[in-house]
């Protein structure tokens, strides 16, 4: 585990990302600003980490979990944060499971055609 806030930084290409695209086109920060930014951000995501550990050891877990997270935002009070987290992790699940099922229905598109293969090489080894 990092000693420091500042061993636990988040990219500094990412933030300036985020930040860009919560302003409007006209709108500079400056390094200092972004810097600083950067830093709270960290903070934060510590911060809430932290809560959602402690929820997910109430709960006798190891691992966290969204649910985690969401009940850390409450007892926060960061309610305005958790209905968009909701829905990022709903397009998330429906994500996973959606490249499950491609994933599922590839192989067995695969399977079928290495049964077709094995049935054709039979029938030319029976002389058909």
Known sequence: ???????????????ARIIKDALPEHIFVGKDAR??????????VLFLTSQASQ???RTNRKTL??????KALEELEFD?????????????REAKSRKAASKSKNLTQT???MEEEQ???TDEENGK
Not at 4 to 10: F, G, M, S
């Open 1 to 15: 585990m990092a000693e420091k806030v500042e061993d636990l930084t988040l990219p500094t290409a990412t933030v």
């Open 35 to 44: 810097a600083a930014l950067s830093t709270a951000a960290s903070v934060f």
């Open 55 to 57: 929820e997910a050891q």
């Open 65 to 70: 979990l969204g649910q985690d997270v969401i």
């Open 80 to 92: 305005e944060f958790i209905e968009p987290l909701q829905t990022v992790l709903k397009d998330f």
């Open 111 to 113: 399977d079928v055609e």
């Open 119 to 121: 049935e054709e090489a």
